[in-house]
């Protein structure tokens, strides 16, 4: 229903992607196939290192809070998207899309620190092997996590609080497949600036701050691996991160390509195809990176599944 200005919106038009009906069949099927996939992949990372001895590491036990935040984070935006790409658009709730943010920005702040702390972890086993045992002990593993977790929370507090307090007065339509900050704040009839600066300027800190921390203890890693004698015990230490470092960069490299690359000339379905890339790309190909590039979760992930068949 639209309504006229000066009066209340309390609820938004997501309008999807508009196209032919064709399009949209395929659209909505390919999403919910690579939902299902996200899905049963992560949770296969998940149950695999809950239930294998030699994958107890710190590194797979951080893999799990990786894949449990993947889960979540597309859970909160598909679904919702096939309900608006199946009826040609979707209403939901002011507070509904507020929540939706939230979840979805914490989520996302949640991933980059969990990627941080993945790197500590390989910064440790490569550069400090001697003392890896007796500093990543399972106390320092929950405590950072814990952290993570906490921090992607709290972090994201201050901006959904004043984005709650901001007045919506009509236009009600989004023109976009989930709730973000930019096309929310398009609706404000009231003045959004103090909610851009608070987001900018906690976004500095700590989701860049997290990327140049990676970027550094990746240097440190390097040169350790160039100073290895042997280029089978090269080859070890590389491999032991690699999956890491190319997880980093597909994830930051959306990130950056969707909110510091300038949307001008860029047109909707544009901004929306380069959204998907990390709202539902990078979950579905985080579990695909992990189990290709390292052999152990192969193995014991092959070994499970006969195991499994034996059994039935």
Same mark, same amino acid.
């Given at each position: 229903m639209f309504l006229v200005n000066h009066t209340e919106v309390t609820e938004f038009?997501?309008?999807?992607?508009?196209?032919?009906?064709?399009?949209? =069949?395929? /659209? !909505?099927?390919?999403?919910?196939?690579? *939902?299902?996939l996200t899905l049963v992949e992560n949770l296969m990372i998940i149950i695999l290192v809950a239930n294998v001895p030699s994958l107890k590491s710190p590194m797979y036990v951080f893999l799990?809070?990786?894949?449990?935040?993947?889960?979540?984070l597309t859970t909160n935006i598909v679904p919702n998207t096939l309900h608006v790409i199946i009826n040609e658009g979707s209403t939901i709730s002011v507070t509904?899309?507020?929540? &939706?943010?939230?979840?979805?920005?914490?989520?996302?702040?949640?991933?980059?620190?969990?990627?941080?702390?993945?790197?500590?972890? @390989?910064? /440790?086993?490569?550069? @400090?092997?001697?003392? *890896?045992?007796?500093?990543?002990?399972? @106390?320092? &593993? /929950?405590? /950072? #996590?814990?952290?993570?977790?906490?921090?992607?929370?709290?972090? #994201?507090?201050p901006i959904v609080l004043l984005m709650n307090n901001l007045d919506f007065c009509g236009p009600h339509i989004i023109d976009h497949y989930f709730c973000d900050l930019a096309p929310v704040l398009e609706l404000s009839c009231s003045d959004s600036t103090i909610v851009e600066l608070v987001d900018f300027s906690?976004? #500095?800190?700590?989701? =860049?701050?997290?990327? !140049?921390?990676?970027?550094?203890?990746?240097? *440190?890693?390097?040169?350790?691996?160039?100073?290895?004698?042997?280029? #089978?015990? @090269?080859?070890?230490? !590389?491999s032991t991160c690699s999956s890491h470092l190319i997880v980093v960069c597909t994830y930051y490299g959306t990130l950056i390509?969707? *909110?510091?690359?300038?949307?001008?000339? &860029?047109?909707?379905?544009?901004?929306?195809?380069?959204?998907?890339?990390?709202?539902?790309?990078?979950? !579905?190909?985080?579990?695909?990176i992990y189990s290709l590039k390292n052999k152990e979760i192969m193995k014991n992930l092959l070994k499970y599944l006969t195991n499994i068949r034996k059994k039935n």
């Amino acid at each position: 229903m639209f309504l006229v200005n000066h009066t209340e919106v309390t609820e938004f038009m997501l309008l999807g992607f508009r196209s032919h009906h064709i399009l949209t =069949l395929v /659209l !909505f099927v390919l999403f919910l196939v690579i *939902y299902i996939l996200t899905l049963v992949e992560n949770l296969m990372i998940i149950i695999l290192v809950a239930n294998v001895p030699s994958l107890k590491s710190p590194m797979y036990v951080f893999l799990t809070q990786l894949s449990t935040s993947d889960i979540l984070l597309t859970t909160n935006i598909v679904p919702n998207t096939l309900h608006v790409i199946i009826n040609e658009g979707s209403t939901i709730s002011v507070t509904g899309c507020i929540t &939706q943010f939230y979840i979805h920005c914490v989520l996302t702040a949640a991933e980059c620190f969990l990627l941080t702390v993945m790197s500590y972890d @390989r910064y /440790l086993a490569i550069c @400090r092997p001697l003392h *890896y045992t007796s500093v990543m002990h399972l @106390r320092l &593993q /929950l405590q /950072l #996590i814990i952290l993570c977790w906490l921090s992607a929370f709290i972090v #994201i507090l201050p901006i959904v609080l004043l984005m709650n307090n901001l007045d919506f007065c009509g236009p009600h339509i989004i023109d976009h497949y989930f709730c973000d900050l930019a096309p929310v704040l398009e609706l404000s009839c009231s003045d959004s600036t103090i909610v851009e600066l608070v987001d900018f300027s906690l976004g #500095i800190p700590f989701l =860049l701050s997290p990327f !140049f921390f990676i970027l550094f203890t990746y240097i *440190y890693i390097f040169i350790t691996i160039i100073g290895i004698s042997g280029t #089978i015990g @090269r080859q070890k230490a !590389f491999s032991t991160c690699s999956s890491h470092l190319i997880v980093v960069c597909t994830y930051y490299g959306t990130l950056i390509m969707v *909110y510091m690359f300038p949307s001008n000339g &860029q047109t909707s379905n544009d901004s929306k195809i380069m959204s998907i890339l990390y709202t539902m790309g990078t979950s !579905f190909v985080n579990p695909i990176i992990y189990s290709l590039k390292n052999k152990e979760i192969m193995k014991n992930l092959l070994k499970y599944l006969t195991n499994i068949r034996k059994k039935n």
